[in-house]
């Protein structure tokens, strides 16, 4: 397997636990029961609790109120400014795929048929938060680890959740984003798209932040964290993501 597709693996949640047989056809086998009825925490969390809805509403809400300060100090006047928010646990929730797997390894065929079927509802707080950011005459540029091969897919998700955007980069064969960032700020990202800076960046993974990886959590009080709560935002995911290899202390 190469590289990029080992890090769609992880970033998606690889990380199995009791392998069962699942199916989305929805059939329940007696096996599933028994899997369903030990729903992991992480995801029991993510899926059902007041918490989360409540925690992404925060973060959304601090970032609006932050953007509108930014835009009313001038800070961006005289240039085309906007925001890149990651899609999956950012914008799009995709519990249910990890629910109807019930526990099985991550399949990347059935992810794509989940992917296809376009029913990942918001992550709350985001619709309202990409609406925003147009008004106030910025543009949202949506950067995915998602394969170009769902670009269709997952264009036709965002729109029937309302959530506007100026372009979707999805993962062609590296999964770095710093590349696809770097072609919306020089106006490379897609043909009549002027090119715009990025002030503000949105994800679950640390990855999704410019420079910053793993090895942040090693850091203590590192100044790379200032970032966060101005410029970056970052949200909940106990599920999946580049954290799960952390050496466990
Ligand atoms: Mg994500």
Known sequence: MNRAGAAVLLLLGVCSRVPVAASLDGGISELQAEEWASMPNDLHWMRNAAEYQAMTRQLYASA?????????????????????????????????????????????????????????PAVPGSVAFTRRVKELGG???IVSNRSVVVQESTE???IKLG???????????????????????????????????????????????????????????????????????????????????????
């Open 64 to 120: 609006t109120k932050v953007l509108e300060e930014r835009v009313a100090s001038g800070e961006f006047e005289g240039k085309q400014w906007g925001v890149a928010l990651d899609a999956d646990e950012t914008v799009l929730d995709n519990s249910l795929e990890a629910k109807e797997r019930r526990g099985a390894d991550f399949d990347m065929d059935l992810w794509h048929d989940w992917c296809r079927r376009e029913e990942a």
């Open 139 to 141: 543009k949202v540029a």
């Open 156 to 158: 036709a998700n965002l």
């Open 163 to 249: 959530v506007p955007f100026d372009v979707v980069l999805l993962m062609e064969d590296d999964d770095e984003k710093e590349p696809r960032w770097e072609r919306v700020e020089s106006g490379n990202a897609k043909a009549g798209l002027e090119a715009f800076e990025i002030v503000m960046f949105f994800g679950d993974n640390i990855t999704d932040f410019p420079g910053l990886t793993q090895d942040l959590a090693k850091e203590g009080e590192s100044s790379a964290f200032s970032d966060f709560g101005y410029k970056y935002f970052v949200f909940p995911n106990p599920v999946y993501g580049s954290w799960a290899t952390n050496a466990k202390f």
